[in-house]
């Protein structure tokens, strides 16, 4: 975990972490990063909703790199890196070691003879839940950003 502040950006916290591709593994691992981004982010007053749709998007990028990207592997990690900001944003990275893919190339799960698939929702679920998703490495790395501040809980002065 690192702490720091530059003259351009909020203070922010940071970690990075890595665990086996196993999918057993990715249920603790969430609640262990939400923990830590809890901690940080309860100083500036996140939503409820915020928060669930961060740990429904941070579910499907692991789940993705895990079982999509590294097949399981006992040989192969996903690695994360998750960024608190004071300002309340909230930035993660899930990186696997897979070959990576075309993220335009996955159909809409949200067309009428996909809709009863049990399979194909994740990307759109962490686009939809996240303000910002994007694909790199040829698809081995997600990056997502959130702003978690709540609504209306703006930080007020008195006089």
Request: charged share 30%; proline share 4%; net charge negative.
């Amino acid at each position: 975990m690192t702490a720091t502040h530059n003259s351009s950006s909020a203070p922010f916290v940071e970690l990075h972490r890595s665990f086996v591709s196993r999918a057993a593994d990715i249920a603790p691992f969430v609640d262990q990063l939400l923990r830590f981004i809890q901690l940080f982010m309860e100083k500036v007053g996140t939503s409820k909703e915020a928060e669930e749709e961060t740990e429904i998007a941070i579910y499907e990028a692991l789940a993705n790199a895990v079982i999509h990207g590294n097949h399981e592997s006992p040989d192969k990690q996903v690695h994360v890196a998750c960024r608190c900001s004071m300002d309340g944003e909230l930035l993660i990275s899930v990186r696997d070691e897979g070959e990576g893919f075309d993220s335009g190339a996955i159909p809409d799960p949200t067309e009428a003879h996909r809709l009863l698939l049990p399979r194909g929702r994740g990307l759109h679920l962490m686009r939809v839940l996240m303000d910002e998703v994007s694909f790199e490495e040829n698809g081995r790395v997600v990056r997502m950003r959130k702003r978690m501040k709540a609504q209306g809980r703006g930080l007020q002065l008195r006089r």
